[in-house]
């Protein structure tokens, strides 16, 4: 068994009634649209560093509906919680606080805002910033002109 999530092994037999008869595996589906904003805090003090993203995205009509509830979001490791019609979290991720949120912005649109205080940036120093967002199944990506202040 494969976690998904975590892309980890969690056992290498699994014992079923009759046996398997086939193996299911759900492909990435690339949002139909993906657009992102970045800001970068860096400070001399790695602990001081912080960040600030805004995206924008449109799944495509082949995927599925995204579930935060239930499905991993990889810029994060906690759940999320149903707030009326956002989705949001806020936590302490190795020492790094985090706050996010997906909010429905149209049909199939969303919009994805995430805060963190405290990530260690040491090493971003230039653009463009690769920016990377997967929930469930869909995923999109892009280069971005980050502000980065120092």
Known sequence: MIDTATKTVEAATLAVDGGP????ITPAVPF??????LQLDVDTKPAKD???LETSFTLSGSAP?????TQAVTFQAGPFEKI???FAY???ISGVN???VITPTGTLRYAFAAAAEGPNLTGITKNPVPVGLTIGSGNGS????????H
């Open 21 to 24: 008869y086939g193996v299911g």
């Open 32 to 37: 139909a649209t993906f657009n992102a904003e």
């Open 84 to 86: 009326g019609p956002l």
């Open 98 to 100: 985090l706050q996010a």
């Open 65 to 69: 509906a995204i579930t935060p509830l």
């Open 90 to 92: 806020a936590g302490t």
């Open 142 to 149: 892009a280069s971005v002109n980050a502000l980065i202040f």
């Open 50 to 52: 912080a960040l600030a």
